[in-house]
């Protein structure tokens, strides 16, 4: 077994689930309700962007109303307490990593708390409802837009994580159904450059065959208790 020194954990919707936060597929998804085509793919946003607009806009505004659970406490403890490399790639968009505390952190498909001009790149917070049109302060064009990675588009910060994975000794994937590429892909990119991988979902996911171990639960769960192992290594040593 590998010296454990570098972790890249990759979440999914499932780690806010039990913060009351639907996840997308299976029932009561986002996806149930709502078509991609309509609210998450740049020609939606080009055809009718208040409708897309008002989407992230309720989403945003549901945040106030949920807190992290101890899926998030947990990383976030692992966070301050790793002394080794961690990255958390979240594919979620809310914020109770941050709320959590969690610092060694990326958005790979944006965050509903920030707006994304379209025409220079720049971001702002967007904190209350951002209407269509609205001017971005940094370049003076009515383009901002939800800081939203869209179907078709291209996630962020893809350069940053491929390292990590190339690196890590164990890669850990919670909550996450394994449907979008290329997140659902990382497994196999840590695999191929050996490390250990562990799955903690409540049910199998598209990519469970790709683990090394895959540990069916909630992540409320299982994972304060595989944190509270990790750690435990680093007393030992
Ligand atoms: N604990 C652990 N896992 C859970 C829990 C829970 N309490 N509740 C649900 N799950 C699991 C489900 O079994 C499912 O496999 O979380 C997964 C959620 O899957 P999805 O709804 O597909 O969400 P996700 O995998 O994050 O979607 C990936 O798809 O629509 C895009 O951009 C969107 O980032 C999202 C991406």
Do not use: K
């Amino acid at each position: 077994m590998r010296e454990l020194h570098s972790i890249v954990v990759l979440t999914g919707a499932g780690v806010s689930a039990e913060s009351g936060i639907a996840t997308f597929r299976g029932p009561g998804g986002l996806w149930e309700g709502h078509r991609v085509e309509d609210v998450c793919t740049p020609e939606a946003l080009a055809r009718d962007p208040a409708l897309v607009h008002r989407f992230y806009d309720l989403r945003r505004a549901a945040l106030a109303g949920v807190a992290p659970n101890p899926a998030h406490h947990a990383l976030a403890r692992l966070d301050a307490q790793w002394p080794g490399e961690l990255l958390i790639v979240t594919q979620n968009v809310d914020d109770l990593h941050e709320r959590a505390g969690a610092t060694r952190l990326l958005h790979i498909h944006g965050e509903l708390r920030s707006a994304l001009c379209a025409a220079c790149g720049a971001r702002r917070e967007w904190a209350a409802p951002l209407p269509p049109g609205s001017v971005c302060a940094a370049c003076g064009q009515a383009a901002l837009r939800p800081d939203i990675v869209f179907f078709g588009e291209m996630p962020y910060q893809m350069e940053r994580i491929e390292a990590a994975l190339a690196d890590c000794d164990l890669f850990v994937s919670v909550g996450t159904s394994g449907a979008v590429y290329p997140a659902a892909g990382f497994v196999q990119t840590a695999r191929y450059h050996g490390a250990d991988t562990l799955e903690m979902n409540l049910d199998p996911s598209m990519g469970s065959v790709f683990f090394a171990e895959s540990r069916m639960g909630a992540a409320g769960v299982l994972v304060p208790e595989w944190v509270e192992a990790v750690l435990a290594t680093t007393s030992d040593t």
